[in-house]
């Protein structure tokens, strides 16, 4: 596994990481995208890791626009939280070209 | 979703040597991904052991332990397949136990919509039932923890555990 390899860090920590861009990448889909059968949207992630900082950065980027919505679909609205939680720094951007999220660690040893 | 993750994690790891910095992108074109609106979800046969283990399915384990119903889910329990758990808790409650654990020892990895999920069954069986989950880990003790939701049901080391302590009570 590439985060397990490359991060050396705890395995609580990597579950973090691991659910934390699943929340990330599941918002997109429903915000941006609408979570329509027949949408077909790109979405980037890019994963950064410098070992001097021990800092992984992972930047999940989509080209929709965020949707707010009234109503949330159903068995979602505990994603946000999530992030926020498990994540040291999360940032989001919107813009009409898209929305980033951006999503910071420091992993100590 | 958690096979993109998968996918992310699996990615070469081109800078095996040992590399300073390492890092990966990907673009992902989700097509024909709809996780919410699957009218069919509800529609899916749920016999003893409901769906398979593959991408797409969870598969579950229903036991009768006295009046106690266990459901034990192995698989990845997210948005797409978090709607084929709660059936299945929706069918198991249909028969009014005495009480209901659902079992997430055998479950790789749990987001937000299967903690949902579990939420809706702690409130679906109401004051009269008994409700515990059973998790151990950083896939799902972990994260039910942290958001604070061992405060809102019970959780449990093992399903033995579950049962003695919800027998009891």
Known sequence: MWLRSTLRTTDGRLADINLVVHEALANSVEHAYDGRVDSSGLICITA????????????????????????????????LPIIHRLCDQPTFTSTPAGTTVDLHWTLFA | ????????????????????????????????????MHANDHDRPTAAVSGDSDDQGLAITTEQRGQI???????????????????????????????????????DFLASAGMTALINAHTEIGPEGAFGVVAQGPSTARPLELMGLNKVFSIYPDVNAAVSAMTIS
């Open chain 1, 48 to 79: 950064r890791y410098v070992e001097k900082t021990r800092s992984l950065d992972v930047s999940i980027r989509d080209c929709g626009t965020w949707l707010h919505r009234a109503e949330p679909i159903s068995g979602r609205g505990r994603g």
């Open chain 2, 1 to 36: 979703m958690a096979r993109w993750i998968r996918w992310l994690r699996r990615k070469p790891n081109a800078d095996s040597s040992g590399g300073r910095n390492t890092s990966t992108s990907a673009s992902l074109r989700p097509k024909g991904i709809n996780p919410f």
């Open chain 2, 69 to 107: 119903v266990v459901l034990s889910v192995a698989g990845n329990v997210d948005m797409v397949t978090a709607p084929q758990l709660s059936h299945t808790i929706t069918q198991a409650l249909a028969g009014a136990p005495g009480g209901l654990i659902i079992d997430l020892t055998e479950t």
